[in-house]
Nanobody
Framework: QVQLVESGGGLVQAGGSLRLSCAAS????????MGWFRKDPGKQRDLVAT???????KYADFVKGRFTISRGNAKNTVYLQMNGLKPEDSAAYLC??????????WGKGTLVTVSS
């Protein structure tokens, strides 16, 4: 089983920055994809960014140029540096991991609130 634990959310003013962290534990292959989704109440999860074990990144259009995803030295950690935050970025941010065999896992989320 895999557990994902996020941290780093909080309240920030528009234009500010936050750095989210996610640590994965359990039976984890190094050849995984990790990333972030976000979810507003009553809405579906939206992909924010993903990062493969080989270093390929994918970003949602609404965060390009503002958010940066990276891995820690330990391959079971992933970060999301969020700059230029907007009120519409307010959501629960969920850590994501996909194993080489296609199994997907999500964390419980960390709440980001951006005030205008």
């Amino acid at each position: 089983q895999v557990q994902l634990v996020e941290s780093g959310g909080g309240l920030v003013q528009a234009g500010g920055s936050l750095r989210l962290s996610c640590a994965a534990s359990g039976t984890i292959s190094n050849a995984n994809t990790m990333g972030w989704f976000r979810k507003d109440p009553g809405k579906q999860r939206d992909l924010v960014a993903t990062l493969t074990y080989s270093g390929s990144t994918k970003y949602a259009d609404f965060v390009k140029g503002r958010f940066t995803i990276s891995r820690g030295n330990a391959k079971n950690t992933v970060y999301l540096q969020m700059n230029g935050l907007k009120p519409e970025d307010s959501a629960a941010y969920l850590c994501y991991l996909r194993s080489p065999w296609g199994r997907e896992y999500w964390g419980k989320g960390t709440l980001v609130t951006v005030s205008s």
